[in-house]
C-alpha cells in the first residue's frame, strides 16, 4: 500500500515529499514563520574512526550529499525561493547550518531579499570531540534568524526571552547539549531514528521568540518531527516536509504522543504590544478617585489626582502639575521617570504601584 500524500493533525500536516515542490504548491503568505535545518552538505572522505578503531557514527546519508557547491547553491536558491514565497510579508526565518554550509545558505538569503537579524551561536555542551587532532572540535552551530524583508515588521517576544533568562536579555550563544538520553528517538534496533535530530529546547526557544499562539510554523526539512513536537506543545499549527517514508512514521509517531501545553498559559505578548491605557481611564471607571493621594514607595512625595487624570504636588521647588510622569519627575527632579511604576496608591493599609491597577483594567478590556 503506497503511503498517503500528507497526514493530517488536529494542530497541522506532514507533507510526504520533495519540499521544493510541496512548498510550491503552498497559499503565497501563508506562512508566519520557518524553521529549516537543511542537509549540510557534509562531503565526509572516508569514514571517521576513535582512537579505540571504532567507527564514528557520522551524517553519511544519501540525503545529505547534494554535490559539489553548484549543486548546493542551486538547491539552497530553490527552497529559499519556495519558503521565501510562502512567507508572510512580516515573516520570519530560522535556518541552521554548520561550517560546511551555512555561509553560502546566509549569502544566498541576502542575495533573496531576506533581512538578517541575528546569527545566533548554538554552543554544545557535549560536541563530538576531533578524533584526528588536526582541527579544533567543532563545538557549535549557527543559526541565521532573517526577516522577509527589510520592511517587515516581525514578531520578537523580547519579555519571554528575558524571562526564560532569569530577567536577563536573551544573548546570541545559546548553550544547549545535544540531544540525548530520552529524548533521542531511536528504531527498533536501538540505533538513532534520524542522525541529526535536534534538541527540542533549540526549537523551543526560537518559536516560541518570534510566533504567537495560533500561528503557522513551516519546517520543509521535517525529519524526526522536532518542529511538529515543539509547535504542538506551544499552541502553534505546522506545517512540515519529509521525503523519506522511515522519518515521516518517526515524526508522526512522535507528533501523536505529544501532549499540549495549557493553552491559557502560551500567551506571551510583549508589553509594547499591550494596548495603552491612559491613567485618566482609570479615574474615569472609578479605580482611583479625584483628589485621592498618591505617594512614591517610601512615602516621601505624594500628590493628588484631579478629575482629568493629571497630578499636583507642591515640592520646595514650587507647584507641579501635569501627568504622573511629568510630576513624578518633577517632584524628584530627574530627567524622566515612569509614573505607572513610581506612583502607589494606599490598598487595604498597603502602598501598591498604580500599574496593578492598570493591569486590571488591561486583563477587562481584553
Not at 64 to 88: H, P, T, V
Not at 235 to 264: K, L, N, Q
Request: with cysteine; net charge positive; proline share 5%.
Amino acid at each position: 500500500m503506497n503511503k498517503p500524500k500528507r497526514i493530517e493533525f488536529p494542530e497541522g500536516l506532514i507533507g510526504v515529499g520533495d519540499s521544493i515542490s510541496q512548498m510550491a504548491e503552498l497559499p503565497e503568505g501563508s506562512v508566519d514563520m520557518i524553521f529549516a535545518d537543511p542537509p549540510y552538505n557534509l562531503m565526509l572522505k572516508g569514514d571517521l574512526h576513535r582512537p579505540n578503531n571504532s567507527k564514528v557514527d557520522a551524517v553519511d546519508d544519501a540525503w545529505d550529499q547534494i554535490g559539489d557547491f553548484r549543486a548546493y547553491d542551486e538547491f539552497s536558491r530553490a527552497w529559499l525561493s519556495a519558503a521565501r514565497k510562502a512567507l508572510k510579508p512580516d515573516g520570519a526565518i530560522w535556518v541552521i547550518g554548520s561550517y560546511h554550509n551555512i555561509f553560502r545558505v546566509g549569502a544566498m538569503l541576502q542575495d533573496l531579499g531576506f533581512w538578517i537579524l541575528n546569527d545566533i551561536v548554538w554552543r554544545k555542551t557535549n560536541p563530538m570531540p576531533n578524533f584526528r587532532g588536526r582541527r579544533f572540535t567543532n563545538a557549535h552551530e549557527t543559526m541565521i534568524w532573517a526577516a522577509r524583508s527589510e520592511k517587515s515588521k516581525y514578531t520578537f517576544n523580547y519579555e519571554a526571552m528575558k524571562a526564560l533568562n532569569e530577567e536577563l536579555q536573551m544573548r546570541s550563544d545559546w548553550l544547549i547539549p545535544v540531544c540525548g538520553g530520552q529524548e533521542r528517538i531511536k528504531g527498533a534496533d536501538g540505533k538513532k531514528a534520524h542522525p541529526t535530530q535536534k534538541p527540542e529546547s533549540l526549537v523551543y526557544r526560537a518559536v516560541l521568540s518570534s510566533t504567537r499562539p495560533g500561528e503557522t510554523v513551516l519546517d520543509p526539512f521535517f525529519g524526526s518531527g522536532t518542529t511538529g513536537a515543539v509547535a504542538k506543545r506551544l499552541g502553534r499549527r505546522f506545517i512540515g516536509f519529509e521525503r523519506d517514508e522511515t522519518y515521516v512514521d518517526v515524526a508522526a509517531s512522535r507528533i501523536r504522543d505529544t501532549r499540549p501545553d495549557d493553552p491559557d498559559f502560551l500567551n506571551v505578548r510583549a508589553k509594547r504590544e499591550e494596548p495603552r491605557i491612559p491613567f485618566g481611564w482609570l479615574v474615569e471607571r472609578g479605580l482611583l478617585r479625584s483628589g485621592e493621594v498618591l505617594s512614591d514607595a517610601s512615602g516621601r512625595w505624594s500628590a493628588r489626582i484631579r478629575a482629568d487624570g493629571t497630578l499636583s504636588a507642591s515640592t520646595a521647588s514650587g507647584d507641579h502639575r501635569g501627568s504622573i510622569h511629568q510630576v513624578g519627575a518633577a517632584v524628584m527632579g530627574a530627567p524622566a521617570c515612569n509614573g505607572w511604576t513610581f506612583w502607589c496608591a494606599n490598598m487595604d493599609g498597603r502602598r501598591v504601584p498604580i500599574d496593578v491597577l492598570r493591569q486590571k483594567l488591561r486583563a477587562e478590556l481584553n
